[in-house]
């Protein structure tokens, strides 16, 4: 008799978990994100879909992530981590979002049913799922949903506890991999840091000692990440950890941490009086799966390094070891990019290897750096890594190397695959990527900066009545509709030197934003307003009313 689904069991906990009825959930590329007060049935759901998940995938482990990453505080959310310790399948989001969904016990019950029947899930399969969560107050209560919704479909679980984001998935690859040739590490944390100190020890030994870094943790749970890899890492690195209150009620992400120093380009207030001119630090966000870099110039003012100034960095550095390994006609290395790439880092990678342009969302670009045989993808706001292909991996543990010059780069190579977490972003894992080529480079801030010069840019957002309106095309650098409006843009672009400006809707709120770029700061942030004024009064806004900065 084939196995049934345990209706009465997921009935039963399924009733201690109703849906809000006056909310539409819906599952994107950071999974489910909103206030963590409105998530206890989401959670619930959620366990029961990444149950029947690893039941789909013959019982491989799959992994659940409460975070809300960047957002304030109130907000928290949920993900699954897929065996690879990928993201979700796509197609399983429209899975999630259904579940998610249905306005009744009744009805999420023949929502489970349906998911069964449409993924041809095998019942009698066995479910593991390894779940882990960040360091907000909603988080102890929205796991206890999580693990009805994991009792409920029968699934054998472990709880990861207190992690980063990266942790986790790397714990799920790391299971899933286990006694295999693909052994992607020890399932365990202290396994993550020995694999990641180890890798760095070797990459910087025999280089100058690298200056101490301020590390900004956004009162997260990457605090806890830094303070733990200190004594693996010995004298190799010296960290100064920064807003680590990760038990202060509201400081979670509050004027600090990667998506502040990216959205105000300026230093956290609590580091005002911690850089001198010269030194460096970065930024986490709060899940630790975002890194931001920043230094102080000779004139004390603060200098912002991007994720675009870590792509050029880093994709640099790996084209230069191919080379000297005699591996440039084995090895291919791509970069990938949104559309909110700085125009001039496009133009100083393009000089050196090929670049790619995908819709904006992690998801797409790691897919697209999958197709190189080293892909590196960072988008601006610091959330990225390097993918080396299976193939490649297997170049570089059998190449013979003909000089000793081949040989060293041969070793230094092999070292990254073992430092970067090729998993999802990881601003730990990032961080060290970046200290050892500014090791190897004997660069400080100021010569990484110099790689190239930034076009000036401006982001607006603008408030519509109806997102849906606004399609778009050509890794949303161009829109399709509403008609007519692109070649206004581009009308208006023409007139500012060095201008660029596009248009796409955002995926999770009823806004659409505006990026503009030009040779001088008043021409971009000029042309994003002028943009973000067509777009108002293209959504049939009343131009007595449009806001005077669109003017």
């Known amino acids: 008799m084939a196995a049934q689904l345990p209706l009465d069991d997921i009935a ?66 949920v993900k699954l981590v897929d065996p690879r310790g990928e993201m979700l399948e796509a197609s399983w989001e429209a899975h999630a979002t259904s579940l998610a969904n249905a306005a009744s016990t009744e009805d999420f019950l023949q929502a489970v049913d349906a998911v069964v029947k449409n993924a041809k899930i095998d ?41 980063t984001t990266p942790i986790l998935h790397y714990l799920v690859r790391a299971i899933n991999t286990k006694g295999t040739s693909a052994e992607y590490g020890d399932d365990s944390e202290d396994g993550y840091f020995k694999k990641l100190s180890g890798a760095f020890k070797q990459l910087v030994s025999g280089k100058p000692a690298l200056p101490p870094l301020v590390v900004d943790c956004a009162n997260g749970v990457g605090a806890n990440a830094v303070e733990k890899i200190v004594p693996y890492l010995g ?33 956290p207030p609590s580091l005002a009086n911690e850089l001198k001119s010269g030194e460096r630090g970065c930024s986490f966000d709060g899940d630790a799966d975002r890194l931001m870099y ?13 994720g675009d100034k870590i792509a050029a960095l880093v994709a640099g550095f790996i084209v230069e070891l191919v080379k000297n390994a005699g ?29 790619r342009c995908v819709p904006t969302g992690v998801k797409h670009l790691h897919h697209a750096a999958e197709h190189f045989n080293i892909g590196v993808y960072f988008e601006a706001n610091g959330h990225g890594t390097v993918l080396f292909s299976p193939e490649t991996q297997g170049t570089l543990a059998s190449y013979e190397p003909s000089t000793p010059a081949q040989s060293t780069a041969l070793k230094h190579l092999r070292n990254l695959v073992q430092l970067i977490n090729q998993t999802v972003g990881d601003a730990l894992s990032d961080l060290l990527l970046v200290e050892t080529v500014l090791a190897h480079k004997s660069y400080s801030g100021v010569e990484w900066d110099s790689l190239y010069v930034d076009l000036p840019n401006r982001l607006v957002k603008v408030l519509v009545a109806d997102v849906r309106a606004f399609q778009t095309e050509d890794a949303e650098r161009r829109l399709v509709s509403p008609r ?68």
């Open 12 to 77: 039963r906990l399924a009733d201690l978990h109703p849906k809000p009825g006056h909310i539409r959930f819906q599952y994107g590329t950071a999974g489910f994100r909103t206030l963590g007060s409105v998530l206890d049935s989401v959670l619930f759901r959620v366990g029961v879909l990444a149950g029947l998940r690893s039941k789909k995938l013959d019982g491989k482990t799959i992994g659940v992530m409460v975070t809300a990453s960047h957002n304030p505080e109130p907000d928290n959310g």
């Open 123 to 163: 019942l009698s399969k066995p479910a593991k799922v390894i779940y882990a969560r960040d360091t907000r107050p909603s988080g102890p209560s929205l796991v206890a949903s999580l693990e009805d919704g994991l009792k409920a479909i029968g699934a054998e679980t472990r709880d990861a506890g207190v992690t």
């Open 235 to 267: 004298d190799s690195l010296t960290f100064i950890p920064h807003n680590t209150a990760t038990a202060t009620p509201g400081a979670l992400n509050n004027a600090c941490g990667a998506d502040y120093v990216k959205t105000t380009q300026k230093l």
């Open 294 to 306: 920043f230094y102080i110039d000779a004139r004390n003012q603060f200098r912002m390094l991007d």
């Open 327 to 355: 591996l440039e006609e084995k090895i291919r290395v791509g970069i990938v990019q949104t559309a909110y790439a700085n125009g001039s880092s496009t133009k100083y990678l393009a000089d050196r290897l090929p670049v």
């Open 484 to 551: 007519g409006l692109q070649g206004k843009i581009d009308a208006l672009v023409k007139r500012y030197e060095g201008g660029r400006s596009f248009v796409r809707p955002s995926g999770t709120e009823d806004v659409v934003r505006v990026y503009a770029e030009a040779v001088m700061k008043s021409q971009a942030d000029e042309l994003a307003f002028r943009v973000a004024g067509l777009v108002y009064d293209e959504t049939g806004g009343d131009p007595a009313t449009r806001p005077k900065e669109f003017l």
